[in-house]
């Protein structure tokens, strides 16, 4: 009986089963096993013309997964850089474009320094420190009192959306001198700042706008004339 077609004993085919896990790593998983076994045949090929049209099939082979982007230049680089980060660097072909190294892909960008700010109150946020800074810094006159007062205005706003209840404007005076370090003193000032009740209107309204998107209107019925409705009438 001829090899081929001899029956498999079960026991041996369980035996010889390949688990992933037993496996090696796949590099790039989104081009499956089987590719990256085909370049690994293509590594150890000694022959370099045959090796360099291996690797153009395989690049032809992996631009089939992207058919609209094969031609494209930028993407080709592409192709050619994940295969030889596939082959492990062991693939030597010659590539259109620079090689990448190994080297290279291991570095680690710089760490990004993002501005950590610890405010002691933190309902006034950040652009409220900016701007009692940039107070700070002007010159003595009816822009800086303006320019104090608003801050003012706007700090006893942050925190009414903080506080439901109310505050008293001695307090907000108070944190003004803290958070400037008593550059800008508005405690012993008879400032009177926008009433309670209109900020918390204005809180309530800015609210009301940043809704979730596409939330349906209720519309009246006040407008809408009702009545009979006509008959169907043929034409």
């Known amino acids: 009986m001829i090899e081929k077609y001899k029956k498999e004993n079960a026991n041996d085919v369980v035996f010889n089963l390949e688990y992933n896990s037993e496996r090696e790593h796949l590099i790039i998983p989104e081009y499956g096993r089987h590719l990256q076994k085909l370049i690994e045949q293509a590594s150890s090929i000694e022959d370099d013309v045959e090796r360099n049209k291996a690797a153009k099939y395989i690049i032809q082979v992996m631009g089939s997964l992207n058919p609209h982007l094969r031609d494209v230049p930028d993407f080709q680089h592409k192709l050619w850089d994940q295969l030889f980060i596939m082959s492990d660097f062991k693939l030597a072909a010659d590539s259109p474009y620079p090689?990448?190294?190994?080297?290279?892909?291991?570095?680690?960008?710089?760490?990004?320094?993002?501005?950590?700010?610890?405010?002691?109150?933190?309902?006034?946020?950040n652009n409220i420190k900016y701007m009692i800074d940039v107070a700070n810094k002007w010159e003595e006159g009816e822009m800086k009192s303006a320019l104090v007062k608003v801050i003012a205005n706007h700090m006893k706003k942050s925190y009414l959306s903080w506080n439901k209840d109310t505050v008293k404007d001695d307090v907000i005076f108070e944190h003004l001198y803290e958070l400037s370090d008593g550059k800008l003193n508005l405690l012993q000032s008879s400032e009177e700042l926008l009433n309670t009740t209109d900020?918390?209107?204005?809180?309530?309204?800015v609210s009301n706008k940043i809704g979730p998107a596409g939330q349906p209107k209720i519309q009246s019925n006040k407008n809408n004339k009702i009545g009979k409705p006509?008959?169907?009438q043929k034409k």
Not at 100 to 125: F, H
Not at 199 to 205: D, F, S
């Open 199 to 205: 900020l918390l209107r204005t809180n309530k309204r």
């Open 230 to 232: 006509k008959p169907f």
């Open 99 to 125: 090689i990448p190294s190994r080297e290279v892909l291991q570095l680690k960008p710089d760490v990004l320094k993002y501005p950590q700010n610890y405010p002691k109150y933190r309902y006034y946020g």
